[in-house]
């Protein structure tokens, strides 16, 4: 099915009605032999959804019903609301004044009539496609050891992820906010599977800046004056922004090739994005906080007392005191521009947990630390999302103290009170609050890049993996992708000459921009994904900026040794149309053994990364000295973090003799000055492959710290 095609038209505001009907604890029905249609036809509760089946089209170009798509093959969750649910629906939209009377005949027009069906049909069907089978209960997503809401990994027709929300009541699952009925649930049919609803599953449709203009209204939204601040300083536009309506249409009239054949070197094929949305996360100081802060009731709260509050908290010192709210010199600007990101992070996504040391896909426990680093819209700036064991949850900017020894676990020793960094805490998801562009997290302590934050993070290897660095992959759910299927395995990132989908990133027309998941393959990789760039590869990349200016050393995350990997010449600097070339090509066909590999064979070759084929010893002293001889040529052995392989690993990259790091240059660089890196290939063969999986900034003060030599986690 084309969910592309299912995106009809903006539908008017909506909101979910509570899931307050009493469970209906009548027998649970299976039957193994009805289709999902037969099933439904059969029993009178679900009358009026079988009804609307008939008369929702599967797209805006077909008039094939979604009564018919259901009665064929297939594999389809049906989250179905009774007759007593869309009555309680139709109750719920005369409250809010989109028509007159609970009933079908009170619709002003058609289109919003139309709108209305689509709302219920589409929101309640999940197309697992072919490779996939339907939600029964026992399959649904856990929720993790710090978060009860998970989102479906398959969208619904309407292209919208569902969240799994679990509660203290046994047996009490709902999905957004509306509880799958208790006894009728997992109806087994031919092409998929029954959950009975008692609430009709509506998330909004509508976008952030419209969702924080009703916090103005509504002083009990706990989001008043973060609302108005983000009014002032001009960002309802931005926030906003939906979809990208051109390449939208580029894809559906086949303007975009729709995927990528590659049959150089390795037969697979690579499936480009349906679509280009836009996402943003908000991390937002509730109005509790600023009633508090302040000592006024928040009806009274203006602008110049969060303004008057700021100042005397110190907060960015150098930015100006006046009223232009909407200038990047502004110091509210600079404030409220910190706590959002140009993307979408669900709760269970804010950090990515895969293959850290000791981390178990089954039980979904944070082990060793794992953190994420994003650049904040406005001015530039680094925003640290961390969580390990012992953090108790998410945290914002939160640097503890590590067992990061050679011998130690890398779990947290203890954190001092200045950098404990603030608690993230669980986004309401229910009703109007569900929208489709973006979520708002609560947080309880003033959130800005102060002094000490940007000291801390000069003081720590920066560490993310690349696709971290476009809001794209998160926006469209390409990054760390769950589903398996070759499509959403398997991306191709259009060139520019196609379309600039990747905003940070300038792609050449000779360019295969290709990108794996890497899911249940057991890659040697950071989150186990990669980047596998074909071709004749020239791909310009903006780099995220450091936290203070200073000497700085940015590597490289090389899996060496790849019978297809070509070499590239790499060039940095800030003026993108004049990058300088820095040092040697980068050939990663070169092995942690000292052999360079060939479609021909093994071909000896002396670099000095040799030493990467040697394990570590139970003298840390003769190790040391193998990491000093190494860096001595540019390299360093791989981080003792991520598992050299699938989740569960016992073996960490470091133990590898193909992860390593190649140390690209030394630099002074600015956190005020935009950089760029430009890979080149510098072999005139085109079934060559490029790879990337992380990369790191490291600080002088850390990697030639004569106290405290960097850590190898």
Same mark, same amino acid.
């Given at each position: 099915? *084309?969910?592309?095609?299912?995106?009809?038209?903006?539908?008017?505001?909506?909101?979910?009605? %509570?899931?307050?009907e009493?469970?209906?604890?009548?027998?649970?029905?299976?039957?193994?032999?009805?289709t999902?249609?037969?099933?439904?036809?059969?029993?009178?509760?679900?009358?009026?959804?079988?009804?609307?089946?008939?008369? !929702?089209?599967? &797209?805006?170009?077909?008039?094939? =019903?979604?009564?018919?798509?259901?009665?064929?093959?297939?594999?389809?969750?049906?989250?179905?609301p009774?007759?007593?649910?869309?009555?309680?629906?139709?109750?719920?939209?005369? *409250?809010?004044?989109l028509i007159?009377e609970?009933?079908?005949?009170?619709?002003?027009?058609?289109?919003?009539?139309? &709108?209305?069906?689509? $709302?219920?049909?589409?929101?309640?069907?999940?197309?697992?496609?072919?490779?996939?089978?339907?939600?029964?209960?026992?399959?649904?997503?856990?929720?993790? +050891?710090?978060?009860?809401? !998970?989102?479906i990994?398959?969208?619904n027709?309407?292209?919208?992820?569902?969240?799994?929300?679990?509660?203290?009541?046994?047996?009490?699952?709902?999905?957004?906010?509306?509880?799958?009925?208790?006894k009728?649930?997992d109806?087994?049919?031919?092409?998929?599977?029954? #959950? &009975?609803?008692?609430s009709?599953?509506?998330?909004?449709?509508?976008?952030?800046?419209?969702?924080?203009?009703?916090?103005?209204?509504?002083?009990?939204?706990?989001?008043?004056?973060?609302?108005?601040?983000? /009014?002032?300083?001009?960002?309802?536009?931005?926030?906003?922004?939906?979809?990208?309506?051109?390449?939208?249409?580029?894809?559906?009239?086949?303007?975009?090739?729709?995927?990528?054949?590659?049959?150089?070197?390795?037969?697979?094929?690579?499936?480009?994005?349906? #679509?280009?949305?836009?996402?943003?996360?908000?991390?937002a100081?509730?109005?509790?906080?600023?009633t508090?802060?302040?000592?006024?009731?928040? *009806?009274?709260?203006?602008?110049?007392?969060?303004?008057?509050?700021?100042?005397?908290?110190?907060?960015?010192?150098?930015?100006?005191?006046?009223?232009?709210?909407?200038?990047?010199?502004?110091?509210?600007? /600079?404030?409220?521009?910190?706590?959002?990101?140009?993307?979408?992070?669900?709760?269970d996504?804010? !950090?990515? #947990?895969?293959?850290e040391?000791?981390? &178990?896909?089954?039980k979904?426990?944070?082990?060793?630390?794992?953190?994420?680093?994003? =650049?904040?819209?406005?001015?530039?700036?680094?925003?640290?999302?961390?969580?390990?064991?012992?953090?108790?949850?998410?945290?914002?900017n939160?640097?503890?103290?590590?067992?990061?020894?050679?011998r130690?676990?890398?779990?947290?020793?203890?954190?001092?009170? @200045?950098?404990?960094?603030?608690?993230?805490?669980?986004?309401?998801?229910?009703?109007v609050?569900?929208?489709?562009?973006?979520?708002?997290?609560?947080?309880?302590?003033?959130?800005?890049?102060?002094?000490?934050?940007r000291d801390n993070?000069?003081?720590?290897r920066?560490?993310?993996?690349?696709?971290s660095?476009?809001?794209?992959f998160?926006?469209?759910?390409i990054?760390?992708?769950?589903?398996?299927?070759?499509?959403?395995?398997? $991306?191709?990132?259009?060139?520019?000459?196609?379309?600039?989908?990747?905003?940070?990133?300038?792609?050449?027309?000779?360019?295969?921009?290709?990108?794996?998941?890497?899911?249940?393959?057991?890659?040697?990789?950071? /989150?186990?994904?990669?980047?596998?760039?074909?071709?004749?590869?020239?791909?310009t990349?903006?780099?995220?900026?450091?936290?203070?200016?200073?000497?700085?050393?940015?590597?490289? +995350?090389?899996?060496?040794?790849?019978?297809?990997?070509?070499?590239v /010449?790499?060039?940095?600097?800030?003026?993108?149309?004049?990058?300088?070339?820095?040092?040697?090509?980068?050939?990663?066909?070169?092995?942690?053994?000292?052999?360079?590999?060939?479609?021909?064979g093994?071909?000896t070759? !002396?670099?000095?990364?040799?030493d990467?084929?040697?394990? @570590? =010893?139970?003298?840390?002293?003769?190790?040391?000295?193998?990491?000093?001889?190494m860096?001595?040529?540019?390299?360093?052995?791989?981080?003792n973090?991520?598992?050299?392989?699938?989740? %569960?690993?016992?073996?960490?990259?470091?133990?590898?003799?193909?992860?390593?790091?190649?140390?690209?240059?030394?630099?002074t660089?600015?956190?005020?000055?935009?950089?760029?890196?430009?890979?080149?290939?510098?072999?005139?063969?085109?079934?060559?492959?490029?790879?990337? @999986?992380?990369l790191?900034?490291?600080?002088?003060?850390?990697?030639?710290?004569?106290?405290?030599?960097? @850590?190898?986690?």
């Open positions: 099915m *084309k969910k592309g095609l299912l995106y009809a038209f903006s539908i008017v505001a909506l909101v979910a009605t %509570g899931c307050t009493q469970i209906d604890t009548s027998s649970r029905y299976v039957f193994t032999e009805e999902i249609t037969s099933y439904l036809a059969k029993h009178d509760q679900y009358s009026e959804y079988f009804r609307l089946l008939d008369e !929702v089209s599967v &797209s805006t170009i077909s008039e094939t =019903t979604v009564r018919q798509l259901l009665s064929a093959r297939g594999h389809y969750t049906i989250f179905a009774t007759n007593d649910a869309i009555q309680e629906y139709l109750d719920s939209l005369v *409250k809010q004044g007159s609970a009933n079908w005949d009170a619709f002003p027009s058609e289109r919003k009539l139309d &709108s209305i069906r689509q $709302v219920i049909v589409y929101n309640s069907i999940i197309d697992s496609g072919d490779d996939y089978s339907p939600y029964e209960i026992t399959s649904l997503p856990q929720s993790t +050891a710090t978060s009860n809401s !998970v989102e990994p398959l969208p027709m309407f292209d919208r992820k569902l969240t799994v929300q679990y509660t203290d009541i046994p047996d009490s699952i709902l999905i957004n906010d509306c509880v799958i009925d208790e009728n649930r109806i087994l049919c031919i092409n998929g599977v029954i #959950h &009975s609803m008692h009709v599953i509506s998330p909004s449709n509508n976008t952030m800046d419209w969702l924080l203009k009703q916090y103005i209204l509504d002083e009990n939204s706990n989001f008043v004056v973060a609302a108005k601040m983000v /009014q002032a300083c001009g960002l309802f536009e931005e926030l906003s922004k939906n979809r990208d309506d051109a390449y939208e249409e580029l894809f559906q009239s086949n303007k975009i090739p729709k995927k990528n054949e590659e049959t150089k070197g390795e037969t697979a094929t690579f499936h480009t994005p349906e #679509h280009r949305y836009y996402g943003f996360t908000f991390f100081e509730t109005d509790e906080f600023w508090q802060a302040i000592g006024k009731e928040i *009806k009274d709260i203006t602008l110049e007392d969060v303004m008057e509050y700021l100042d005397g908290e110190g907060v960015y010192p150098e930015a100006k005191r006046d009223n232009n709210y909407k200038s990047e010199d502004n110091l509210l600007y /600079q404030f409220i521009t910190y706590h959002l990101l140009p993307e979408r992070l669900s709760p996504k804010l !950090v990515f #947990h895969y293959n040391r000791s981390y &178990s896909l089954s979904k426990a944070p082990t060793v630390p794992v953190m994420e680093f994003y =650049t904040t819209m406005g001015k530039r700036r680094l925003l640290k999302i961390f969580e390990s064991a012992e953090s108790n949850g998410v945290c914002l939160r640097f503890p103290n590590l067992d990061n020894e050679r130690g676990s890398y779990h947290e020793l203890s954190c001092d009170l @200045d950098k404990e960094g603030i608690k993230v805490g669980q986004p309401n998801l229910e009703g609050n569900n929208i489709r562009n973006g979520i708002i997290y609560p947080i309880d302590k003033l959130l800005w890049y102060s002094d000490n934050t993070l000069q003081k720590q920066i560490r993310w993996s690349v696709p660095m476009w809001p794209e998160m926006n469209n759910d990054r760390g992708n769950e589903i398996t299927d070759e499509k959403h395995k398997n $991306v191709y990132i259009p060139h520019e000459d196609e379309y600039k989908y990747l905003e940070d990133v300038d792609i050449s027309k000779d360019t295969r921009f290709n990108y794996w998941t890497g899911r249940g393959n057991g890659w040697q990789n950071m /989150q186990g994904d990669e980047l596998s760039i074909r071709g004749l590869t020239d791909c990349m903006r780099l995220p900026p450091v936290p203070r200016r200073g000497t700085y050393e940015l590597r490289y +995350a090389i899996q060496c040794g790849g019978v297809m990997r070509g070499m /010449q790499f060039y940095w600097g800030s003026n993108k149309e004049k990058l300088a070339a820095m040092g040697i090509p980068l050939d990663l066909r070169q092995a942690g053994d000292n052999t360079l590999h060939t479609p021909n093994n071909v070759s !002396v670099i000095g990364a040799g990467a084929a040697y394990p @570590d =010893t139970n003298d840390d002293d003769y190790n040391a000295e193998v990491d000093k001889r860096r001595n040529f540019g390299f360093m052995k791989g981080c973090q991520y598992c050299a392989g699938a989740p %569960g690993a016992s073996s960490m990259m470091r133990a590898s003799n193909i992860c390593l790091r190649r140390i690209l240059f030394r630099a660089m600015d956190p005020d000055e935009t950089y760029y890196i430009r890979f080149k290939t510098v072999m005139d063969d085109d079934t060559r492959f490029f790879y990337m @999986d992380y790191e900034y490291c600080a002088k003060e850390v990697y030639d710290n004569p106290e405290k030599p960097e @850590d190898i986690w």
